[in-house]
Each structure stands twice: as structure tokens, then as C-alpha cells.
């Protein structure tokens, strides 16, 4: 289990590595600033459950996932979105057959780094999460914190790529020992752009005299 638990730590790093990567690499490009822009996300990835939940998963403790997230920029640097999420795992052991779905939605707020549409940035969020561990202790919801990061790419005026890195903290979960658990999630999607102020790289001077 400690092997694991390291594999998975070393992953989170590299992947943390990378986006850092990336934002210095960002830190030298001029771009147009971005604000009042709505946006819709759909995006598909794999949560690595907690072993603590004692889903019986062995070496497999994860499942793909799928969501959605409605958004807004609402300036330069901050924005909020809704984010509500379905990961699927199959248990093994005594509930083999069984599915361990895990049904999240989240309010979360993003603290982006550049002004411009290609920025990594910061989320923070709180939510809940309807998760189930075992027929033996059955579904159960808890409160969810929500902590990650992650990076857009503008392709053209309305659509982007856009990678996240979640830690999802659920927050009593009825598992043995009573502990809080800790659900990573990391996932890409395609994003779609709307409204918002035009956008200029630079300030359009007109000739002298007009």
C-alpha cells in the first residue's frame, strides 16, 4: 500500500512539475487579457480512490471519470465555476461485481495566473460527494473540499484545451477508523468560450491629428 500511496505522490510531483514548467514558459508571451467570459467544459479523465475506502481495489483503487463545468471570468485573475463529476470503479474481494460510483458536484473558485486566455492557475472549492464503499457499509454522502491545479490553452476565439489536477478531501467518511479521505482526480477536457470583453493584445492609436 505505501508503494502505492508513493507511486501516486511521485505522479502529483511531476505532474505539478509540468504545469510549473509551463507557466514560465507562459511568463514570456504578450497576450490579450481575458475577463466577463462565460464558458462550458466537458472533460473525461481517471480518480484514483482513496485506499482508505476499503473498496477492495488492490493495486486497481481507481476508475475513470466524466463531468461538466459551467463557468465564469470574472476578471483578469479570478473566476468561478460549478463542476459536478461521475467516477466508476468496479470492487473486487467479497462485493466483487459491484460498481463504486462516486457522484461529486462542487462549487469552485480559480485563481488564474496570467491575465491572458492561456494561464495556468489555482482552484479551490467546497461540495459534496455521494460515494459507495462497500454493500456492507452502502452510500453514504460527505462534505468535499476541493484543492488542484491546472492549465488552459486558447485554440481560436471560442474553444481551449484545459488539464486539471484535483485533491478531493471527503470529510467523514464512514470507512474504518473514521478518517477523511483523499480522492485524486486528474482529467483533460475541451472548453468552449463566450461573451466577455474584446480582446487586444495591444492599444489601437489612431493616426495623429484624428
Known sequence: MSAEIGVMKKSLRVL??????????????????ARGETYINLF??????????????????????VGVRLGH?????????AQVAAAFAHLQGEVKGGNAGQYSGAVIGNLYAFASPSTP?????????????GNRLGRSTELMGVFGV??????????????DVQDQMLFNAPVLGGQNLNDVQVTGGLSYFWGGSERKAFPVIGPKGQ
Open 16 to 33: 505539478t512539475a509540468f504545469l510549473a514548467m509551463i507557466a514560465a514558459g507562459s511568463a514570456w508571451a504578450v497576450g490579450p487579457a
Open 73 to 81: 471570468r470574472i476578471d483578469a485573475h479570478l473566476g468561478v465555476e
Open 121 to 133: 492557475y489555482l482552484s479551490l472549492g467546497l461540495g459534496a460527494s455521494s460515494n459507495l464503499f
Open 44 to 65: 473525461g479523465g481517471n480518480t484514483f480512490f482513496d485506499q482508505a475506502a476499503g473498496l477492495g481495489l488492490g493495486s486497481g483503487n481507481n476508475g475513470g471519470v
Open 150 to 163: 491546472g492549465y488552459q490553452q486558447l485554440l481560436g476565439r471560442h474553444f481551449g484545451l484545459r488539464l
